[in-house]
């Protein structure tokens, strides 16, 4: 069983920026896809990105295209959220999730692991 732990939330001004840590630990932690989502107060959990089990292939929300960058390193067992241009409307607890397969999926169906979520504020 893989279990995710976020890391590198916190305060900053918009137009900064944040880098996002996700540590895993466990034999099997390579063969699978990761994915970052994020829920706001009083919104539903949003997908963010994602990444397949080698790296290869990554997929982003229109919102943060162009801003965020997804990565791996199964060396370290972590996967890394490059945060920048960061506005106030990216402010969300943001978390950290294991596929159920190898592939890049945006849908929360296809995540059965999932970290506790480290909370990043962007102010004005």
């Known amino acids: 069983q893989v279990q995710p732990v976020e890391s590198g939330g916190g305060l900053v001004q918009a137009g900064g920026s944040l880098r996002l840590s996700c540590a895993a630990s466990g034999r099997t932690f390579s063969n699978y896809g990761m994915g970052w989502f994020r829920q706001a107060p009083g919104k539903e959990r949003e997908f963010v990105a994602a990444?397949?089990?080698?790296?290869?292939?990554?997929n982003y929300a229109d919102s943060v295209k162009g801003r965020f960058t997804i990565s791996r390193d199964d060396a370290k067992n972590t996967v890394y959220l490059q945060m920048n241009s960061l506005k106030p409307e990216d402010t969300a607890v943001y978390y950290c999730a294991t596929a159920g397969g190898e592939g890049l999926y945006s849908h929360e169906a296809w995540y059965y692991y999932w970290g506790q979520g480290t909370q990043v504020t962007v102010s004005s």
């Open positions: 990444i397949n089990w080698s790296g290869g292939s990554t």
